[in-house]
Protein backbone atom coordinates (compact mmCIF):
# COMPACT_ATOMS: atom_id res chain seq x y z
CA UNK A 1 0.00 0.00 0.00
CA UNK A 2 1.50 3.41 -0.97
CA UNK A 3 0.91 5.38 1.96
CA UNK A 4 1.79 8.55 1.00
CA UNK A 5 -0.37 8.60 -2.34
CA UNK A 6 -3.70 7.57 -0.20
CA UNK A 7 -2.61 10.73 2.15
CA UNK A 8 -2.47 12.84 -1.01
CA UNK A 9 -6.18 11.83 -2.16
CA UNK A 10 -7.64 12.65 1.14
CA UNK A 11 -9.13 15.92 1.42
CA UNK A 12 -8.20 17.19 4.82
CA UNK A 13 -4.38 16.49 3.91
CA UNK A 14 -4.92 18.43 1.06
CA UNK A 15 -2.09 21.46 0.51
CA UNK A 16 0.65 19.15 2.52
CA UNK A 17 3.89 18.46 0.33
CA UNK A 18 5.79 15.52 -0.05
CA UNK A 19 7.73 15.83 2.74
CA UNK A 20 4.67 17.02 5.57
CA UNK A 21 2.82 13.54 4.21
CA UNK A 22 5.95 11.55 4.57
CA UNK A 23 6.33 13.01 8.13
CA UNK A 24 2.21 12.51 8.63
CA UNK A 25 2.54 9.12 7.30
CA UNK A 26 5.07 7.88 9.58
CA UNK A 27 2.64 8.43 12.88
CA UNK A 28 -0.34 6.08 11.16
CA UNK A 29 -0.46 2.55 12.26
CA UNK A 30 -1.90 0.05 10.18
CA UNK A 31 -5.26 -2.61 11.29
CA UNK A 32 -7.20 -5.16 9.74
CA UNK A 33 -10.58 -5.92 10.28
CA UNK A 34 -12.83 -8.99 9.47
CA UNK A 35 -16.49 -8.30 8.58
CA UNK A 36 -18.31 -7.70 11.61
CA UNK A 37 -15.43 -6.03 14.10
CA UNK A 38 -15.99 -2.84 15.53
CA UNK A 39 -13.37 0.04 14.41
CA UNK A 40 -15.07 2.33 17.02
CA UNK A 41 -18.06 2.42 19.35
CA UNK A 42 -20.67 4.55 19.98
CA UNK A 43 -20.07 6.78 23.31
CA UNK A 44 -16.78 5.30 23.48
CA UNK A 45 -13.44 8.42 23.86
CA UNK A 46 -12.75 9.51 20.94
CA UNK A 47 -8.93 9.20 20.41
CA UNK A 48 -8.00 8.32 17.08
CA UNK A 49 -9.53 8.94 13.42
CA UNK A 50 -8.65 6.13 10.69
CA UNK A 51 -8.54 6.11 6.87
CA UNK A 52 -9.77 3.43 4.63
CA UNK A 53 -7.36 1.77 2.54
CA UNK A 54 -9.12 -1.44 1.47
CA UNK A 55 -12.74 -2.59 2.19
CA UNK A 56 -15.48 -0.97 3.52
CA UNK A 57 -17.06 0.10 6.77
CA UNK A 58 -20.34 0.80 8.15
CA UNK A 59 -21.24 3.94 10.55
CA UNK A 60 -23.70 2.62 12.89
CA UNK A 61 -26.11 4.88 14.62
CA UNK A 62 -28.12 3.59 17.59
CA UNK A 63 -30.97 6.62 18.85
CA UNK A 64 -33.98 5.44 21.07
CA UNK A 65 -35.83 5.05 18.16
CA UNK A 66 -33.09 2.53 17.07
CA UNK A 67 -31.61 1.15 19.94
CA UNK A 68 -29.45 -1.86 17.83
CA UNK A 69 -28.82 1.28 15.68
CA UNK A 70 -28.93 1.68 11.83
CA UNK A 71 -26.20 2.16 9.17
CA UNK A 72 -26.57 5.76 8.02
CA UNK A 73 -23.13 5.67 5.60
CA UNK A 74 -20.53 2.87 4.16
CA UNK A 75 -17.61 4.40 3.29
CA UNK A 76 -14.25 2.96 1.36
CA UNK A 77 -10.93 3.42 0.33
CA UNK A 78 -9.88 6.98 0.67
CA UNK A 79 -12.64 8.08 2.80
CA UNK A 80 -11.93 8.81 6.89
CA UNK A 81 -13.68 8.14 10.24
CA UNK A 82 -12.96 9.87 13.68
CA UNK A 83 -11.39 12.93 12.73
CA UNK A 84 -13.28 14.55 15.26
CA UNK A 85 -10.93 12.35 17.53
CA UNK A 86 -7.92 14.35 16.23
CA UNK A 87 -9.85 18.23 17.92
CA UNK A 88 -11.93 17.35 20.45
CA UNK A 89 -11.83 15.04 23.74
CA UNK A 90 -15.69 13.96 23.03
CA UNK A 91 -17.03 10.95 22.82
CA UNK A 92 -17.85 8.66 19.44
CA UNK A 93 -20.95 10.02 17.60
CA UNK A 94 -21.15 6.85 16.67
CA UNK A 95 -20.19 3.42 15.96
CA UNK A 96 -17.93 1.80 12.77
CA UNK A 97 -17.87 -1.21 11.79
CA UNK A 98 -16.14 -3.17 9.01
CA UNK A 99 -18.54 -4.32 6.43
CA UNK A 100 -16.43 -6.92 4.62
CA UNK A 101 -13.58 -9.40 5.37
CA UNK A 102 -9.62 -8.37 5.51
CA UNK A 103 -10.79 -4.62 5.39
CA UNK A 104 -7.38 -2.69 5.92
CA UNK A 105 -7.20 1.27 8.06
CA UNK A 106 -4.79 2.79 9.08
CA UNK A 107 -5.30 4.71 12.14
CA UNK A 108 -3.46 7.40 14.10
CA UNK A 109 -3.69 8.64 17.67
CA UNK A 110 -4.56 12.27 19.24
CA UNK A 111 -1.07 12.25 21.28
CA UNK A 112 0.74 11.36 18.27
CA UNK A 113 -1.22 13.92 15.86
CA UNK A 114 -0.66 16.35 18.51
CA UNK A 115 2.95 15.76 18.48
CA UNK A 116 3.36 15.97 15.40
CA UNK A 117 1.60 19.39 14.79
CA UNK A 118 3.78 20.74 17.94
CA UNK A 119 6.93 19.92 16.14
CA UNK A 120 5.65 20.92 12.33
CA UNK A 121 3.07 24.04 12.98
CA UNK A 122 2.97 24.17 9.18
CA UNK A 123 1.29 20.84 8.96
CA UNK A 124 -1.18 21.51 11.82
CA UNK A 125 -2.28 24.54 10.19
CA UNK A 126 -2.95 23.09 6.61
CA UNK A 127 -5.17 20.40 8.36
CA UNK A 128 -6.49 22.67 10.85
CA UNK A 129 -8.05 24.90 7.89
CA UNK A 130 -9.09 22.17 5.85
CA UNK A 131 -11.20 20.41 8.53
CA UNK A 132 -12.40 23.96 9.79
CA UNK A 133 -13.43 24.36 5.68
CA UNK A 134 -15.09 21.18 5.56
CA UNK A 135 -16.87 21.87 8.72
CA UNK A 136 -18.19 25.22 7.61
CA UNK A 137 -19.33 23.91 4.28
CA UNK A 138 -21.80 20.96 5.85
CA UNK A 139 -22.98 23.77 8.26
CA UNK A 140 -24.00 25.97 5.64
CA UNK A 141 -25.26 22.73 3.29
CA UNK A 142 -27.21 21.85 6.80
CA UNK A 143 -28.94 25.73 7.23
CA UNK A 144 -29.52 25.97 3.31
CA UNK A 145 -31.39 22.92 3.45
CA UNK A 146 -33.17 23.98 6.65
CA UNK A 147 -34.72 26.94 4.27
Sequence with gaps: MDLIKLLRSVEMFSGLSDEQLSQLASIFEERTL???EI???QGDEGDSMALICE???EVILASSDAP???TIVTLGPG??????????YGPRSATVRAAADR???VCVRREAFERLCESNTAIGYIIMRNIAADLSFRLRH???NRS
Design 103 to 105: TVV
Design 68 to 70: QGR
Design 39 to 41: LFR
Design 55 to 57: GFV
Design 34 to 36: NEG
Design 142 to 144: RDL
Design 79 to 88: QSVGEMALID
